[in-house]
């Protein structure tokens, strides 16, 4: 089957924020993104009938909604938006009593009670993956880059799993679940890769092995549609971006500026490589999965794996040294206050570690978790 991929200005970029809805007084999960979704539907009488809000969908829990920019030039105009768009949710749920909440994971709501939006294909989800499919109460934030050229596409997947474990300890969010502390620092990362078609992806030299391989992927039944991959980093040919989706939720407006300006950044010096001539290197991919396990196990303390020689560093430090890298880059996107942010999150604390704290300071009591992070989100 041929994939055609769309045109896409190099580097201009889209964020979608999964936002979880708790309730005020309890801080456990409302399933109530139906009638959020149908008053801000109400509220902008310029929508018809069966039109969504542009910019905030539906996801698959019903205690979930989703902020989606448009095509953005910056960082910055990428923050605006979802700051925007998130005071317009306010409106419709602070008289609810509802708060807006976004971690990996909500530290303490029982997963298999949490109600499906009534969309077949998540229904058919659900129904094949069973136990598994029930356990994702997971919120994550995805950042699209633009890419002016197809054959950038999966050399750019490759150069992004090779900084999966960087994405992963900035943003590990989800140390509980169920009410336990589970020793991760992203519970979410190892949860989700547990769907079929999610996790790591497959290193394909061609553009055409792709092709084949969601052929066959639709031929056999596993997918019914191309957007049912759900890789850590992925292509998305209908808006010729290349996604990474390897982090976890976020509730701080800096920290997603941080992810998105990091992923724009190096999806740019990437491309610019290509264009030189250059080639992405491939890490192995024995590699690629034990960073990924390092990352959600040890979080900001994970000793990573960087080349295909098995050289070692720690996370931080060697973001540190891309920071450096990527500076004339990011002064060249006009994003380098948003950069500079990855170095405020290496200083104080990814938001697991933020989460352990709380918990230790209230004596366990998990619903101070989700006040502090409610706080963090007002913040947004």
């Known amino acids: 089957m041929q994939i055609d991929f769309a045109s896409s200005r190099q580097s201009t970029l889209g ?9 005020r007084n309890t801080s456990d999960l409302r399933s109530v993104a139906e009638e959020v979704l149908a008053e801000l539907h109400r509220l902008h009488g310029s929508l018809g009938a069966d039109e969504e809000h542009p910019h905030v969908k539906q996801e698959l829990l019903l205690n979930t909604v989703e902020i989606v920019t ?31 909440y976004c971690a990996g994971s909500h530290p ?25 499919g029930q356990q994702m109460v997971i919120y994550g934030v995805h950042v699209h880059v633009g890419l002016d050229s197809r054959a950038k596409a999966l050399p750019v997947v490759d150069g992004l799993i090779n900084y999966q474990a960087h994405f992963q300890a900035l943003s590990a969010s989800s140390p509980f679940w169920g009410g336990e502390d589970t020793g991760y620092a992203s519970h979410r990362a190892l949860m989700f890769q547990q769907l079929p078609t999610a996790g790591i992806p497959y290193h394909f030299p061609e553009w055409e092995q792709y092709e084949a391989y969601v052929a066959d992927m639709l031929h056999t039944g596993v997918i019914d549609d191309i957007s049912e991959i759900r890789w850590d980093v992925r292509p998305v040919p209908r808006f ?44 192995p991919p024995w590699y690629r999965v034990e960073n990924k396990w390092r990352a959600a196990r040890y979080g900001m303390e994970a000793i990573i794996i960087l080349n295909a020689a098995g050289d070692e560093m720690l996370v931080t430090e060697h973001l540190r040294q891309e920071l450096k890298r990527l500076a004339p880059v990011a002064a060249e996107l006009g994003c380098s206050a948003e950069l500079a942010d990855v170095e405020r999150i290496i200083k104080g604390g990814a938001g697991y570690q933020w989460q352990h704290k709380v918990a230790a300071a209230h004596g366990g009591n998990l619903r101070e978790v989700v006040k502090d992070n409610v706080r963090r989100m007002h913040l947004a």
């Open 15 to 23: 964020v979608e924020w999964e936002v979880a809805l708790v309730d």
């Open 70 to 100: 448009g095509v953005c030039e910056t960082v910055a105009e990428a923050k605006t938006e979802l700051h925007d768009n998130l005071a317009a949710i306010r409106e419709v749920t602070d008289p609810m009593d509802i708060d807006l």
């Open 108 to 132: 303490f709501a029982p997963p298999k009670l949490q109600p499906v939006t009534d969309k077949d294909r998540y229904a058919k989800m659900i129904d094949r993956t069973q136990w598994w």
């Open 240 to 283: 010729g971006t290349v996604e990474m989706r390897i982090s976890d939720g976020l509730s701080s407006l800096q920290d997603i500026g941080a992810i998105a300006a990091l992923t724009q950044c190096l999806v740019h010096d990437m491309s610019t490589t290509i264009d030189n001539g250059g080639t992405i290197p491939v890490m």
